[in-house]
């Protein structure tokens, strides 16, 4: 008897570590104006490709996965505090943002374009908008690319959301904002007054990003990463969101 209750006591105690294993916590945050990557549904959840991307990634790699909204600018500062362990947000791999944080292996390539109001006639691509008004993303790749602009004004905007409606109310001539971004945003109505003009600037490679000490959830990750590219899983949510 006292052998079965000691034996009870070891599955029981099992049983409870197996599920606190599966109850570790991996806090997500993205910035949500960025469709088909994040954005919010009618009933306020997080969807689009990288949610659900990063929802199979958690739940591979053992971790139950909590998406909070935070401002495209505050990502990586809120890495670098560990106020969140990754961040999702068709964050664009760069030299300077890898010297803070670490990202993981690609997991799409994308590229700038200029947006601009269907009538414009004298802007067609990047190379036209000196001079011009540019709205972006503050923080974003979109946003360096703007700066660049000999002569240009840029208005850099909290969201995605709010640099397009600057350009469909016709306070600013252009938008640099990326390209798969951008085809999804001129098949919805507001849209529809829009066009993209000139080729996709140079390729951009999304990671997820982590905390630099971060190594082993990193290492978790792109294993997690690497099972969906090779069991499936990445493709079928792929084509949910791009086919
Ligand atoms: N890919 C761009 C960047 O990393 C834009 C990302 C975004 O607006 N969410 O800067």
Known sequence: MKKLAMLAVIVLMGISATCMAAEKILRVATEPTFAPFEFTDDKGEFVGFDMDLIRAMGKEAGYKVEIQHIGFDALIPSLQTNII?????????????????????????????????????????????????????????????????????????????????????????????????????????????????????????????????????????NKALATLKKNGEYDKIYAKWFN
């Open 85 to 221: 362990d990754c961040a999702a947000s068709g964050i664009t791999i760069t030299e300077a943002r890898s010297k803070v944080v670490t990202f993981s292996a690609p997991y799409y390539t994308a590229g700038l374009q200029v947006l601009v109001s269907v009538g414009n006639t004298d802007i067609k691509g990047y190379t036209d908008l000196k001079g011009k008004k540019i709205a972006c993303q503050i923080g974003t790749t979109g946003e360096n690319k703007s700066r660049q602009v000999d002569g240009a004004t840029v208005v850099a905007y909290n969201t995605n959301v709010e640099a397009c409606m600057e350009l469909v109310n016709g306070g600013a001539d252009a938008v640099i904002n990326d390209a798969p971004v951008i085809a999804f945003y001129l098949k919805t109505p507001a849209g529809k007054k829009c066009k993209a003009v000139g080729d996709i600037l140079e390729a951009e490679e999304y990671g997820f990003a982590f905390n630099k000490n971060n190594v082993k959830l990193t290492k978790d990750m």
